[in-house]
């Protein structure tokens, strides 16, 4: 994606907590979102953030600092159906999704 | 709420052919729908952008002969593939938001088009 960063992969162990880490370019920014997307299926959204700081919702939760252009998906207490792609994406100036190329994860048993 | 469906699922065609793939929001009206193609194992890629009752504005490289939008109802979009080649064989995803340009884009199941 454009200017979108995020690891290609992780792995993780089921019942442990994983954080995906994602970069982003900082002009025009109108929020980031996170999607999951198990393989085969389309994206289901997960979460927005506009503001600085942490969103919890259950055993997901987002971090964004915009100064540093930066954002984060924590996974608690993490299941085996949790393994898919997280997929970060930066709303630009225009209100269009910015797409990273999306995070593989991988629970391990 | 904010269910977005598509139809087909899966569409298996000859080389040449046309196809249409249908997006419905089933339970809000969508200002704007958006059309996605997705290779396996790459990002999504925006195709183009659909408002109700206007054109389809389209990304670059898209192109708009080839790939006939049309947003007749707030409720419906539809992506025409025409002359279908086997390099358009992809996965391909549409999304609806509803309301401001900076709500949530909800996403339909995907169709999975090969051609042959």
């Known amino acids: 994606g454009q200017n979108i960063d995020q690891p290609t992969e992780m792995t993780a162990t089921e019942g442990a907590i994983v954080q995906i880490n994602c970069t982003y370019q900082?002009?025009?920014?109108?929020?980031l979102f996170w999607y999951q997307q198990h393989a085969g299926e389309a994206p289901t959204f997960l979460s927005y953030?506009?503001l600085d700081g942490l969103e919890e919702k259950g055993r997901f939760s987002s971090f964004l600092s915009r100064s540093k252009g930066y954002s984060y998906l924590l996974l608690k207490e993490l299941q085996m159906k949790d393994s898919a792609s997280y997929l970060c994406?930066?709303?630009?100036?225009?209100?269009?999704?910015?797409w990273g190329a999306g995070t593989k994860l991988i629970i391990k048993p | 709420g904010a269910v977005v469906s598509q139809h087909p699922s899966w569409v298996i065609c000859k080389s040449g052919t046309s196809v249409k793939i249908e997006c419905r929001s089933l339970?809000?009206?969508?200002?704007?729908m958006f059309w996605y193609r997705q290779f396996p194992k790459q990002s999504l890629m925006l195709m183009a952008t659909?408002?109700?009752?206007?054109?389809?504005?389209?990304e670059q490289g898209v192109e708009k002969d080839k790939f006939l939008i049309n947003h007749a109802s707030l409720t419906l979009s539809t992506l025409t593939v025409t002359s279908a080649h086997p390099e358009d064989s992809s996965f391909y995803i549409c999304?609806?938001?509803?309301?401001?340009?900076?709500?949530?884009?909800?996403f339909g199941p995907g169709t999975r088009l090969l051609v042959l």
């Open positions: 953030n506009v």
């Open positions: 339970d809000f009206q969508a200002t704007t």
């Open positions: 994406a930066r709303m630009d100036s225009n209100y269009q999704l910015i």
């Open positions: 999304s609806a938001r509803v309301g401001s340009p900076s709500e949530t884009q909800y």
């Open positions: 900082t002009s025009g920014f109108n929020g």
């Open positions: 659909s408002n109700e009752g206007s054109k389809a504005t389209y």
